[in-house]
Every structure is written in C-alpha cells, then in structure tokens.
C-alpha cells in the first residue's frame, strides 16, 4: 500500500505506508533542530552557549529537542523571561547525567524523564529501552497541562503518580512500543524522530476514557491520558503513540509552510472517519493521521502482533473514511486557503486506500 506525494511533504504518503526507513521524519526532525539550535543561538547569554557547547551531543540533541525549551524559543516574539532560567537549569541537570555526577537538588531534566533528589542523587522514570521515547509520567513540566486542550495549562496541578499506577502503566506501554517494533521497525523509528516525549497522566474528568493528544506550541509532545485504566488496551496505547507521532511530525512542516492561510478554527468539515465537525487545518492533518493508521492496522494482518480482532475492527475504523466520498471535495470552499500540494498528497492517499480495498471508485 505505498504511493508517492509530490510538493511541501514530498514523500509522505510513502513514510506513512511505513516504506522510507523513516527517512522523511528524520529530515524533518534535522531541520527542526537546527532551526531551535540558531535561535537558541541568537537568544542567550554566551555562558549558556557555552555549556550548552560542552555538553555530549546525545544530551545536546535531548535540550535542543525538549518541548519546554522548543516552547520558549520559537513561539515568542522574543524569549519569555523565564527562558534563560529554564536553560540554565535543563543544562545543569543534563551535564550531571552525563557525567555521572550528582546534580543539582530538586533539578528536572527538559524532558522530565529524569530528576535529582534533594540529597543530589538521580532519579528517572522507566524507559521503553536505549533509544527509545523519553517518558514522563509526572514531572513539574507535565502536571500542570490542560488535558482537555482548551487551554495551555490546568487551573490546578495533578499530583505524581504512585509507584503501582507507574509500573502498571509502564508494563502496558512497553507492550504497544514492542509491538510496533514487531510490525515494522521503520514505525519506530518514526515515532522517534517524530516524538520527543511521551506524557502518561490520570484524567480524573474522564476516568474511563483513554485519550491522546498534542498541542502545536509543544512539538513532539503526545500525551497519553488513563493509561492505567481498564479500558487502556496495549493496541489503543500503539494506536495513540502513532496517531501522535504523525502530528508530530506535521508539526515540524507546517513551522515554515502552515496547511492553511486562514486562522479560523471553528470546526467546519465533518470527519468523515468520527462524524465530528473539526477546522479546516485539523481535517488536513486528520487525513493524514488516518492514512498512517490504515497502513499500521494493515500490517496486523495474519501476523500475531496485537489481538486480531481488535486490529481488524482498529483496521475498518481508518478505513472507512476513505471511502465516504472524496478528501479533497469537502475542501472545495476553502480552496484558495489550503496549501496546494496538500490536495495531490490527499487524492494519493485517497487511492492507495480504494485500491486496497478493491474499490473502483470512491463510494
């Protein structure tokens, strides 16, 4: 199930078909970096440079990055006063773990994966393994986030997880991430280069609803809500890391090129895969979402990877959007809004899923 797309995202259609070695993400991701790394630059005192120099490029590459720092240097007009604070502090935590030395007390790395005690010795979360996502189940970073989207942040902070819910989760989360792997070691790779954290909190406003979600301003960061919950199954926690891991990934395009001119987002276009009206920008972005979920749910099949009929009803769900009438008609009324190689990228989606499935036409 593979195509080609031709414009702003050249090679999209084939990255998410999970066929370019995750060539396209991690080009995208370089040049994400090395935009964050010229205004960090610009921006801050040449002690922070410098420290900032010395430190190994793995710890380098983690701080430049860190949605916290990414926050703060690209999304203002000029750096927020806090932003130097924040550096300082991500890199005395960072040249600590390198070193294997005892930080500073109370200290939160960038990606609150990691943390000092306050006698000085290093804590950490669980990881999914060397190289992996950087997971953040409660730093001061993640506590405080909006988890209905509304907002930036919540009214109130959430308090750290218990050491039970911490190892319940994890056990689940380690399951989705070896099961991706098992797919196809390319979506990996993907989510690595697309995803710097993934954020796992309690939703206590909707306690047994699993939900995932980004924000624009915070780019790479998924958060992954109830995870814990009975209802969390390993293949919605794989589901919710990809699906993620693809906004992620648009995020870095549309830093430079944005899907639309217009700045409207009141829900416009009914989604043909959920039935909800969503902006004209989040249906573009939507579309390309459930292109890469057809082709993750694809890849299930006669495989033992993930339970079978939950994949196949996984599977239909991406589908069926795709048959519902062409993308790029719902787009006709903001044509001269949407960028334009946006709808051949969206009509070679479109195909590559009708021509899988034996339909001649779209329905």
């Known amino acids: 199930m593979t195509a080609r797309g031709r414009g702003g995202l050249d090679g999209i259609v084939e990255a998410l078909a999970w066929s370019d070695d995750a060539a396209l993400a991690r080009q995208l991701d370089d040049e994400f970096v090395a935009t964050v790394s010229d205004r960090v630059e610009a921006a801050v005192p040449a002690d922070v440079m410098a420290g900032l120099d010395a430190l190994p490029a793995p710890s380098q590459l983690r701080l430049l990055r860190a949605p916290e720092v990414t926050r703060r240097v690209l999304f203002a007009h000029s750096p927020p006063p806090d932003a130097i604070h924040c550096l300082r502090q991500a890199l005395a935590v960072e040249a600590a773990v390198a070193a294997g030395a005892p930080g500073p007390a109370g200290g939160w790395s960038a990606l609150g994966d990691v943390w000092f005690e306050p006698d000085g010795i290093l804590g950490r979360w669980p990881t999914l393994g060397e190289g992996a996502v950087p997971l953040d189940y409660g730093s001061p970073w993640v506590t405080r986030i909006d988890l209905t989207g509304r907002e930036e942040f919540a009214d ?4 750290r997880p218990s050491p039970d819910t911490v190892s319940a989760v994890h056990h689940r989360i380690t399951a989705a991430w070896r099961g991706l792997a098992a797919i ?17 909190q309690a939703h206590d406003d909707s306690p047994h609803r699993v939900s995932s979600g980004t924000n624009g301003i915070y780019v790479g960061r998924t958060f992954i809500t109830n995870a814990h919950a009975d209802v969390a199954s390993v293949e919605a926690l794989a589901e919710a890391i990809v699906h993620e891991s693809i906004h992620g990934c648009l995020q870095r395009d549309v830093l430079d090129r944005p899907f639309t001119r217009a700045s409207d987002d009141r829900p416009a276009i009914t989604s043909p895969w959920t039935g909800r009206p969503l902006p004209v920008r989040a249906f573009l972005e939507a579309s390309f979402v459930w292109f890469g979920l057809v082709q993750l749910w694809a890849g299930t099949t006669g495989r033992e990877v993930f339970d079978a009929d939950e994949s196949r009803r996984l599977l239909l769900r991406a589908v069926r959007g795709f048959l519902a009438g062409t993308l790029v008609d719902r787009l006709a009324p903001w044509r001269d809004d949407v960028r334009p190689d946006l709808f051949e990228l969206l009509d070679a989606m479109q195909d ?9 036409s779209v329905a």
């Open 156 to 159: 109130r902070e959430r308090p």
């Open 184 to 200: 196809d070691p390319t979506i990996v790779e993907f989510v690595r280069a697309s995803t710097t954290v993934i954020v796992l």
């Open 352 to 360: 590559v899923v009708v021509a899988a499935v034996g339909t001649s």
